[in-house]
């Protein structure tokens, strides 16, 4: 392999060589336009036209997969009536542990919630398990008869350089252009159509708004028109909507080039203009904001925008590899710089399926926040992730409030968590450690990667949050036969054993020892000694279990599952070397598992997880195996996304996420000897 730390890569080709085509209509081949905290999802007109035919709802009942073409924020959220006030005490049950009873907020059958069947003792989880949701903020698109069908020479084309996406087709005999694109600050989509449809009325842009949904993945329901409301005023060449969903309030304010809005049907609104070419600018807010922008001004702020994006931090050429698979993982890495800059470097955490469309009622899952975001900071560009982190400080105080309601100091982080931070209930989530260091973690990363003014800045406004971090950490820890343990309850990432008898997860133990590492450093940095009770833990740790050479998921019966994730192989590879694994049995972990995993059954993040392993073993080889291996849930589709579970997880951010982090680790530690690739500006792991 071949690297260089100056400007040595066309940045503009490599990233335009995977700009995205689409030329058939296809439910799953949507474009997303954004910014990391707002988001505009279109179909093959670059609008959103054929809502229909993009209904995820719709497309598992049919036996297929489909993305909807949302539009979601950050700050965009509902919550759905309550009159039983049901608070998350409702939801606990006590679970006994060598300190006593706890109580976790573990009553929710996920299950029956998805199948309208629940128990009366299920339902105060239910209810706080779905809210609050992530709103579609409302759908813009096209008046067309039917389907895509009716739509000729149809092609959508996203300039990943720019930010844009230009479409064109013929319908009704006509030619149609559009052009989308998002402003890089705000929560404004602008679109230029060029028609002569638009000049004698048959084209006209609908726009229309739903009530909120309390599924498990669905964005929108249009069933309850008065649930909801949606009050129109217009002025000259602009309009504005007011929406208000019980209560969550929020405003649409257009303007347009020429025109006029007007309501034909409750909560649906149309365009109509007499000329040939329509600019149409859209704003979704919370309050009233400065006047909109021309379509031009946005086109070219998200282009420089975009410039600029790519011109930082790192870069990686495949084009001089003669491997035939070098090609693919070029476009896979590239479509993910975009998608995870659209969708996951935003001022909270993001969603598992981000900014496009719901899962888990579009919240935010903080063991995966890693896999979202933390290749930012190892790509050069740790203010994106840097974004995100600040919100744990908004919520300090809700884990605080976690850890003293189980008996620890310090702060315990949520799993699954709305804005505010309120823990969601959920039989397995609950139990789950292994989002608690991920925090130390990554800011540990966006350190290593920031200037040493903005390391100075970083320790001092975070100093507090990894206090408690690790003050919950060590605590967690008991000492039991002159050794520190992680004991029930507890899920590991691997998340199939019983939480009231599983002991010590290997990935688990390792990140213990890190995360506390991090934690005295950071105090180091500060000009503080090491904490006396940190370090006590770490070296008395127990080691993880081995079996027959290597180790373990857990070190009680059933010892290991070979379904799911091997989240095992973290210990030393999405984690550096620590005292706690012996690189020798991980190599023999890592070479048992590629042996008898049952790979069906492994999710996106779990390939990465095997190259990352891989490096730090010095076997690049299987590292690009694994990235590339043809698996049902490591497929990436015309558009980049990592689909999981057909509609129900036709995004996951966290196998694009996860692809560059690896890559990031490939391209620091080497490549395969074989593979001509060109590198610049990786921040090395730690």
């Not at 759905?80 to 706890?102: A, I, K, Q």
């Not at 190892?378 to 300090?396: M, V």
């Amino acid at each position: 392999m071949k690297s260089g730390n100056g400007d040595t890569i066309d940045r503009v080709a490599v990233v335009r060589r995977h700009n995205v085509v689409v030329t058939t209509a296809h439910p799953e081949h949507v474009l997303t336009v954004g910014n990391g905290d707002f988001a505009y999802t279109a179909d093959i007109t670059g609008m959103q036209t054929f809502t229909s035919f993009h209904d995820q709802a719709t497309a598992i009942v049919q036996g297929r997969a489909a993305v909807n073409t949302a539009t979601m924020s950050s700050w965009g959220w509902h919550e759905m009536p309550n009159p039983e006030g049901y608070v998350l005490e409702d939801s606990m049950s006590d679970h006994v542990t060598r300190r006593g009873t706890v109580r976790y907020p573990d009553r929710h059958d996920m299950e029956g919630a998805m199948r309208g069947q629940l128990s009366d003792e299920n339902r105060p989880g239910a209810w706080l398990n779905a809210n609050p949701q992530r709103l579609d903020l409302g759908r813009i698109g096209l008046s067309i008869e039917g389907g895509p069908e009716n739509l000729d020479d149809a092609r959508a084309h996203l300039d990943l350089w720019s930010g844009r996406i230009t479409s064109t087709f013929r319908y009704e005999g006509e030619q149609v252009a559009v052009q989308t694109t998002a402003d890089p600050d705000d929560s404004i989509v602008a679109f230029r159509i060029e028609s002569p449809l638009l000049a004698d009325g048959r084209l006209r842009i609908a726009l229309r708004f739903p009530y909120a949904h309390a599924g498990f993945f669905q964005t929108a329901d249009w069933n309850r028109p008065e649930a909801h409301t949606s009050s129109l005023t217009t002025s000259g060449n602009a309009a504005t909507i007011l929406r208000t969903l019980d209560g969550t309030s929020y405003r649409v304010d257009l303007e347009f080039s020429s025109g006029s809005v007007r309501e034909v049907a409750p909560h649906t609104f149309e365009l109509t203009s007499s000329t040939e070419q329509l600019d149409l600018l859209a704003r979704f807010a919370p309050a009233v904001a400065e006047p909109l922008p021309k379509f031009d001004t946005v086109a070219a702020a998200s282009a420089e925008s975009w410039k600029r994006f790519w011109l930082s931090g790192a870069a990686v050429d495949f084009g001089g590899t003669k491997d035939a698979r070098a090609s693919e993982l070029e476009r896979r890495v590239t479509i993910s710089q975009y998608l995870t800059a659209v969708n996951s470097s935003g001022v909270m955490p993001p969603a598992e399926t981000g900014l496009a469309t719901n899962s888990w009622s579009g919240k935010s899952h903080l063991e995966m926040h890693f896999w979202h975001a933390a290749h930012f900071a190892t790509w050069g560009r740790p203010e994106l992730l840097e974004r995100s982190l600040g919100w744990y400080l908004s919520i300090l105080d809700k884990a605080r409030g976690i850890a003293v309601g189980q008996g620890y100091p310090g702060a315990r982080w949520p799993k699954q968590v709305g804005p505010d931070g309120r823990e969601s209930p959920d039989p397995i989530g609950s139990f789950l450690v292994w989002q608690q260091p991920h925090v130390l973690y990554m800011l540990e990363l966006v350190w290593r990667a920031s200037s040493p003014h903005k390391q100075s800045a970083l320790a001092l406004e975070f100093a507090e949050l990894v206090d408690a971090t690790a003050t919950f950490m060590a605590a967690f820890a008991e000492e039991r036969d002159g050794a520190f343990h992680l004991l029930s309850p507890i899920m590991p990432a691997q998340e199939f054993y019983d939480v009231t008898t599983t002991e010590d997860p290997t990935y688990e133990l390792a990140s213990w020892w890190w995360g506390l590492e991090i934690a005295q450093r950071w105090r180091e940095r500060s000009g503080l000694e090491r904490e006396l009770t940190w370090t006590t833990v770490q070296e008395g740790l127990a080691k993880p279990h081995i079996i027959d050479g290597h180790y373990t998921a857990i070190a009680t019966e059933p010892f290991l599952r070979r379904d799911d994730h091997p989240s095992l192989l973290m210990a030393l590879g999405v984690l550096p070397p620590t005292p706690v694994i012996d690189p020798a049995i991980m190599t023999a972990t890592l070479l048992d598992v590629l042996e008898t995993w049952e790979w069906p059954s492994a999710w996106g993040w779990d390939f990465p997880v095997i190259a990352m392993t891989a490096s730090r073993l010095a076997r690049p080889d299987i590292a690009i195996d694994a990235l590339l291996r043809d698996e049902v849930k490591n497929q990436f589709t015309l558009v980049g996304h990592n689909s999981q579970m057909g509609s129900i997880l036709p995004i996951y951010l966290p196998g694009n996420g996860s692809l560059l982090a690896a890559i990031s680790m490939l391209a620091t530690n080497g490549f395969p000897e074989s593979w001509d690739v060109a590198t610049e500006g990786f921040v090395p792991w730690p």
